[in-house]
């Protein structure tokens, strides 16, 4: 059982909007802003889409945020591409000894 | 560019060990955060070791004792030994870049280790 709770699939049509929820607790996600959020086309390396929360490496479209409530971060993709078509894993610093903790991920479907 | 390449991965028996490799191009393994990530068939991602640039090394409770990160620096190579294997360490095995707030910005492809008699 993951650390993190992410629903296990979305789906949208293309030009939508999704957004994926990563729910941890108060010693995670509602603790610290180092949420992450990756990408994963299986069989490749993954991807960094956010990172401390809201950040955009180089390279990333601006179609993707991240966004936090509470104990839940949340990855929102707009104007949802084919290319979007994959798995997305959050993941929560919680601390020096034990690491991170990632979630279980979510396959997105683009109709 | 960028690069790792995770290598050492194949079948291997309960109770066995193996050793992965992880080498890297276009930055130094020794000045920076390592990390070895696996994948379980069907399953989400797991942080498994941490290996800080001071050379301080963090696990895992699902390995400690039976899992060693290290590092050779001339070589600019990481490592993962993995011994007395158990049929649940069966997984995809990456290695990451990790930045001091927790995120990692580059990884390998994964190598796979498949624990079974």
């Known amino acids: 059982q993951s650390a993190l709770t992410q629903p296990r699939s979305v789906s949208g049509s293309p030009g939508q909007s999704v957004t994926i929820s990563c729910t941890g607790t108060s010693s995670d996600v509602g603790r610290y802003n180092y949420v992450s959020w990756y990408q994963h086309h299986p069989g490749k390396a993954p991807r960094l889409m956010i990172y401390d929360l809201t950040e955009r490496p180089s390279g990333v479209p601006d179609r993707f945020s991240g966004s936090k409530s509470g104990n839940t971060a949340s990855l929102t993709i707009s104007g949802l591409q084919a290319e979007d078509e994959a798995d997305y894993y959050c993941?929560?610093?919680?601390?020096?000894?034990?690491?991170?903790?990632f979630g279980g991920g979510t396959k997105l479907t683009v109709l | 560019e960028m690069q790792l390449v995770e290598t050492g991965g194949g079948l291997i028996q309960p109770g066995g060990s193996l050793r992965l490799s992880c080498a890297a191009s276009?930055?130094?393994?020794?000045?920076?955060?390592m990390t070895w990530v696996r994948q379980a068939p069907g399953k989400g991602l797991q942080w498994v070791s941490f290996?800080?640039?001071?050379?301080?090394?963090y696990y895992a409770d699902s390995v400690k004792g039976r899992f060693t990160i290290s590092r050779d620096d001339s070589k600019n190579i990481l490592y993962l030994q993995m011994n007395n294997l158990r049929v649940e360490d069966t997984a995809l095995y990456f290695c990451?870049?990790?930045?001091?707030?927790?995120?990692?910005?580059?990884w390998g492809q994964g190598a796979l280790v498949t624990v079974s008699a």
């Open positions: 993941c929560s610093y919680v601390s020096q000894y034990t690491g991170v903790a």
């Open positions: 276009g930055f130094s393994v020794s000045t920076n955060y």
């Open positions: 990451a870049r990790e930045q001091p707030s927790a995120y990692f910005d580059y």
């Open positions: 290996l800080y640039s001071g050379g301080a090394t």
